[in-house]
């Protein structure tokens, strides 16, 4: 029987290295270009004056459509933190941390939300609800959300 060479086949392997360029939205795009060029770009709800950062489109509490944007500076105030003990590896199994990390969400100072990064600096015995904080940019970094490389106490 004269065979097309492929009737005995039960599976291919091909291998795939998707690369993935999408978009991050209007919104999470202007406040990531912002940072890229050190500045902090929330908005504000226009009716209830409540100021996401980051920026959110349509407000939480009152779901008016939030078009002011504001800048805000790199201060804020330590919300919340836990100290991080195991990272996820590459292989996606999580993996211990050489030395356990402080991660905090810190409000920028008028703002209403949080952003969450690391915390460096303080033993983390000294970290608190209410440190204030200041942020360290990376403009050098390869990734958009590396950008905000951590929180330093001030
Ligand atoms: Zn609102």
Redesign the pocket.
């Known amino acids: 029987m004269e065979s097309d060479g492929l009737q005995n086949v039960d599976m291919v392997r091909i291998p795939a290295v998707p690369v993935f360029n999408w978009s991050v939205g209007n919104f999470m795009e202007r406040f990531f270009d912002g940072l890229k060029g050190g500045k902090f770009m929330g908005v504000k709800?226009p009716?209830?004056?409540?100021v996401y950062l980051p920026p959110r489109m349509i407000?939480e509490?009152?779901f008016?459509k939030n078009d002011e944007w504001v800048e805000l500076p790199p201060e804020g105030t330590v919300e919340s933190f836990t100290l991080a003990q195991v990272k996820v590896g590459e292989d996606g199994e999580l993996a211990d941390l050489e030395a356990p990390v402080l991660i905090g969400m810190v409000k920028h100072e008028g703002a209403d939300t949080c952003l969450v990064a690391r915390i460096e600096g303080p033993d983390p015995e000294e970290a608190s609800v209410g440190m204030r904080v200041t942020a360290v940019l990376d403009k050098s970094a390869e990734s958009i959300l590396d950008i905000l490389s951590h929180y330093v106490p001030r």
């Open positions: 709800c009716d209830c004056g409540r407000c509490r009152c008016a």
